[in-house]
């Protein structure tokens, strides 16, 4: 988007700045451009063809600030993206570091178990899982066509 609407502004610019260093005046006018002649129109007609130039080239400024926009708010969702990656990546970091020292310091944990074994069902139904060790099943959702 912003390359097309950067590309039909110039060429625009360029169309209307050819048209006119190329005509001279009179009652009507014999447009060319680059050696060759087009049309002869009359100055109502000029006029109307620059008003559809001048919304042309407004499009392609649209089509620019759009583009612009666009890429701006992608560059921050990725700039936003990559810091919560970084932290998340610190906590994992830190969390695995911690429970390093843990099982490091004391392998039972304290209690005579050995720190991370599941010995008891309610702790594994209540980690996510069932009392069987299996993982819950989840519910299925309708998306968006109905699958």
Do not use: W
């Amino acid at each position: 988007m912003l390359l097309l609407g950067f590309l039909l502004a110039a060429a625009v610019a360029a169309f209307t700045g050819l048209a006119i260093a190329d005509n001279t005046g009179g009652s009507t006018i014999g447009v060319s451009m680059v050696g060759n002649h087009l049309a002869n129109l009359t100055p109502l007609q000029i006029f109307l063809c620059g008003l559809a130039l001048a919304l042309i080239f407004c499009l392609g400024l649209a089509m620019l600030a759009s583009g612009l926009h666009a890429h701006r708010r992608r560059r921050l969702e990725l700039r936003s993206a990559r810091r919560e990656a970084k932290q998340a990546a610190r906590e994992r970091d830190a969390l695995a570091a911690r429970t390093a020292d843990d099982t490091t310091a004391a392998p039972g944990g304290g209690d005579g178990r050995y720190a991370g074994s599941r010995t008891d069902t309610a702790a594994g139904a209540s980690a996510g899982g069932t009392a069987m060790g299996r993982p819950a099943r989840r519910h299925r959702t309708h998306h968006l066509f109905g699958h």
